[in-house]
Structures are given as structure tokens and as C-alpha cells.
């Protein structure tokens, strides 16, 4: 890794399917970039394995274990920033993640925030509280006439808005003879391309709050 190539970090959950994609992307020269390190939420995720077959750093930061030893979610959350902020990311990319972060680690890293996230079209919350899947909203919503076609979007975060700011997003057909796992296929493809090519642009600037401006 030359001193040009940026430092990414990525936090995952489950089978790391688009940190494979970041990966492939790293691998192919299609991101002047190096992932540093992977953490993941959950026990047993098979991303970290990905990580590891590929000599990165691969962390697992399960919130049950503060529970255990009566730490807070505030200890939790202050401890996964210390580590990532040892690895020195110039960007840190939200792939799946789904334990909820609130506003102070935002604030620790403004403007290094990546969020990937798919379902309904517009802003989502970053985390959903009752955990339904957002590819499984869209398909209801669709069947139930509330919209016509699905949507993945990237998003910087700056630590002041609880949404952040669309830097680049897709809209996805839906079709009548879907099933939930047809769309989940098409949504998961859809969305490792966006996020690839936004990564791409935004590492081609020196500061992703100029990257956004190209973007938007």
C-alpha cells in the first residue's frame, strides 16, 4: 500500500456479502483503497471469516458481552470508536451493520461515515428498531400499492442529521412475478455496484464533503 491509498474500515453483520464486493473492488484497482480492519455485532458472522482468509484485521464487537460485565450502550459504542480510530480510516462504510450507533459516534467521525442502505424510496432511519427487513418492507409496500419500484442509496454522515445526506442512489424495478428472494437478489446486486462506484469517487477526493457536492 502506497501513502496515497486510503484506509478503509468496514462494519458488517452476517455473511459480509458487500464487504466482498469492497473487497473484489480493492483487489481489481477499481478503489485506490485498503480495508484495515472488519467488525462485525454478530457471533459467528461469516464476514469475519472473509476478512481473515484476506490477512484483515477481523474484530467481533457483540454488545452481549458489556451486558455481562454491566457496561452500558454508551461504553459500548465509545470502545468500537476507540478501536476503529486506532486503525486511522479515511473512511468508515456502514455494510449491513445493524446494531444501532447514536450521535456521538457520528460526531467523532464527521464526514467518514459511509451508509449503504436499500427498501422504500427516501431517507430511512438508519437503524430500525422493530428489525424488519428493509427489502421485505419494500416488496409489502409494492403489493400493497404504495410504491412502484424499490431504491438503494449511500449516504455521508456528518453527525448532525440522523438521516444524512443521499449522496448517490438507484431506484430498483419491482415486478409483478416477483418473489421477496427475486427482489432480494436484485436489490443486494444493485446495491454492491452503487456503493463501489460512489466509494470510488468519494476516495478520488481528498475531502468527501467535496465528493458529496459532485454526487448529489
Do not use: C
Request: glycine share 6%; net charge negative.
Amino acid at each position: 500500500m502506497n501513502s496515497t491509498t486510503k484506509r478503509l474500515v468496514v462494519l458488517i453483520s452476517g455473511t459480509g456479502a458487500t464487504l466482498q464486493a469492497i473487497l473484489d473492488g480493492t483487489r481489481w484497482e477499481t478503489l485506490d483503497a485498503e480495508v484495515v480492519a472488519v467488525f462485525s455485532h454478530e457471533p459467528w458472522s461469516y464476514g469475519l471469516l472473509r476478512a481473515e482468509r484476506e490477512g484483515i484485521d477481523a474484530s467481533l464487537h457483540d454488545f452481549a458481552d458489556y451486558r455481562f460485565e454491566g457496561k452500558s450502550e454508551s461504553d459500548y459504542e465509545q470502545e468500537l470508536a476507540d478501536k476503529i480510530a486506532a486503525y486511522r480510516p479515511d473512511l468508515i462504510i456502514l455494510a449491513g451493520w445493524k446494531h444501532p450507533l447514536y450521535e456521538g459516534f457520528f460526531q467523532r467521525f464527521p464526514e467518514r461515515v459511509v451508509n449503504l442502505h436499500s427498501g422504500l424510496p427516501g431517507p430511512e432511519p438508519l437503524f430500525d428498531p422493530y428489525g424488519q427487513n428493509p427489502v421485505s418492507r419494500a416488496f409489502e409496500a409494492y403489493n400493497a400499492g404504495v410504491i412502484h419500484e424499490a431504491q438503494v442509496a449511500v449516504q455521508v454522515l456528518d453527525g448532525s442529521e440522523p438521516f444524512g445526506k443521499i449522496v448517490a442512489e438507484q431506484r430498483v424495478p419491482i415486478y409483478d412475478f416477483d418473489t421477496l428472494i427475486d427482489l432480494e437478489d436484485r436489490m443486494n446486486r444493485a446495491q454492491e455496484e452503487l456503493l463501489v462506484n460512489t466509494l470510488r469517487l468519494l476516495l478520488r477526493d481528498a475531502q468527501p464533503r467535496a465528493a458529496r457536492a459532485y454526487l448529489s
